[in-house]
């Protein structure tokens, strides 16, 4: 059962999505490679999951009845390793570790070599089915955790994407819920100019899936969706999240430019500057 959104948590949650923010920042500058752009538009939704939707014990990464949270998209694992830390998988100052040998912050996620990562992610395409896995045992094994699948929209033109849907269809995976960053850029450029993905919808429909879309930078949004989702019995469930790459910081804001790159110090210290007045607004807001 997902708690009741309170105005009081909504807060504190819409401040720790800036917080994450600013630390992907600070970890991708300091790397000097990585993905920006997927990583600060998906910092709400990763912000929800942590702090409110998933059932989890950051102490106890591996306790069996947990609720499964698999990263198809791995290369915006920033967002995942910034949230997991504020949580208290790790400590804060590992992050600055991104990307370097011998950390266990590779820039995509390895499952051995970080508990509380569920899956090692990469080429793109396989989550979905790598989730339908892990809910199809949790429903022979009797088990009541929920899965969760986040994915790319640019992952939707791969076809094991579509084998994978195809299969949930038909075995009615009701345990499993996608949540795609509909945020319209891959590395080469638009989506819709790229591949088109639309009528993205009707193809998950058309595939016996439930179809909800929500504004992924509206946490109390997002929740709710998730909710919606958790009462589907008879089928599984696709959220098509549509966030804002870049989100937070004006320069980065819906340009595929800065899908696969990390600041320089200097745009950092920009972007840092713009995080900080963002935090301020919403405090005050919520005054």
């Known amino acids: 059962m997902i708690a009741e959104l309170h105005d009081e948590k909504l807060k504190d949650l819409e401040i720790k999505a800036v917080k994450i923010r600013k630390l992907i920042i ?10 920006s752009a997927g990583p600060l538009g998906m910092a709400d939704i990763f912000t ?33 390793y910034a949230t997991m830390a504020l949580s208290g998988y790790f400590p804060i100052e590992e992050l600055k570790t991104l990307r370097k040998i011998n950390s266990r912050l590779q820039g995509h996620p ?17 989550g979905i089915s790598q989730a339908i896995g892990m809910a199809l045992a949790a429903k022979l094994n009797s088990k009541r955790h929920h899965i969760y699948c986040v994915a790319s929209d640019g992952e939707q033109q ?3 994407t579509w084998e994978a849907a195809m299969f949930a269809g ?5 345990n499993l819920t996608v949540i795609i960053d509909r945020n319209n850029i891959q590395i080469d450029g638009f989506t819709e100019n790229v591949m088109p993905l639309e009528p ?4 998950y429909e058309a595939f016996n899936w439930e179809v909800l879309e929500v504004d992924g930078n509206n946490i109390r949004a997002f929740v709710d969706a998730v909710k919606i989702a958790r009462a589907v019995f008879e089928k599984p469930t696709v959220i098509i999240a549509h966030t804002i790459p870049g989100l937070g910081v004006d320069f980065m804001e819906n340009r595929f430019e800065w899908h ?9 210290k920009k972007a840092l500057e713009e995080l900080r007045t963002l935090q301020g607004k919403i405090e005050s807001e919520h005054q």
């Open 48 to 80: 929800a999951f942590y702090f409110h939707i998933l059932k989890h014990e950051p102490k106890n990464p591996n306790w069996e009845d947990r609720d499964r949270l698999v990263l198809s998209n791995g290369h915006i694992c920033p967002v995942r």
């Open 26 to 35: 600070e970890m991708l500058v300091e790397a000097g490679s990585g993905h």
């Open 110 to 126: 390895h499952r051995t070599a970080l508990p509380g990562v569920e899956t090692t992610s990469g080429p793109l395409g396989e």
């Open 158 to 160: 791969e076809g094991n």
């Open 260 to 268: 696969g790159i990390p600041p320089n110090p200097e745009q950092a």
């Open 200 to 203: 993205l919808r009707a193809k």
């Open 170 to 174: 038909k075995y009615k995976i009701n």
